[in-house]
């Protein structure tokens, strides 16, 4: 199946990974990067990201960049990394919660189910972003 025009779009992304800056050579694909992500990271103007994407291409290009030269460019990383791929995570909530209400045979109200409910949705994220830290984080992006 091919990715929606929303997912295309968070996906130029990889235009701004370390690998692949120096292909770089559009600066509409730097805006459309902007467009996607500036609501979610809190980012300034179009021209400054530009500027600051072309500083990142640069340094990057030089062997002198590091994840830490630009925190904007980072917050995009971040952005992207927690954009769930799939409705899985939902889905993930309704088995956790399936999973408690048959353990407790639903003798719980709504508001003593509430905390297990999060303890587990927690655990289960907790063991989802040390997946991501091993697999991207640690490899350099």
């Known amino acids: 199946p091919s990715l929606s025009p929303e997912l295309k ?26 467009e996607a992500f ?5 980012l300034p103007n179009a021209a400054v990201f530009t500027q600051k994407v072309e500083r990142w291409k640069m340094k990057w290009s030089l062997n002198v960049g590091s ?6 460019i980072i ?3 971040h952005v992207f990394l927690t954009l769930p791929v799939s409705t899985a995570t939902a889905e993930k909530s309704f088995s956790c919660l399936r999973r408690l209400k048959t353990w407790l045979r639903s003798t719980m109200t709504k508001s003593r189910l509430t905390d ?15 997946f991501l830290r ?7 992006l």
């Open 9 to 34: 779009k968070y996906c130029l992304v990889e235009h701004i990974l370390p690998s692949n800056v120096s292909n770089l050579h559009d600066t509409s694909t730097i805006k459309e990067i902007f």
């Open 38 to 42: 500036s609501c979610a990271a809190d």
């Open 67 to 72: 994840l830490t030269t630009d925190p904007d």
């Open 75 to 77: 917050k995009v990383f």
């Open 116 to 130: 297990p409910a999060l303890v587990l949705s927690e655990w289960t994220r907790q063991k989802e972003d040390k």
């Open 134 to 140: 091993n697999t991207y984080i640690a490899k350099g």
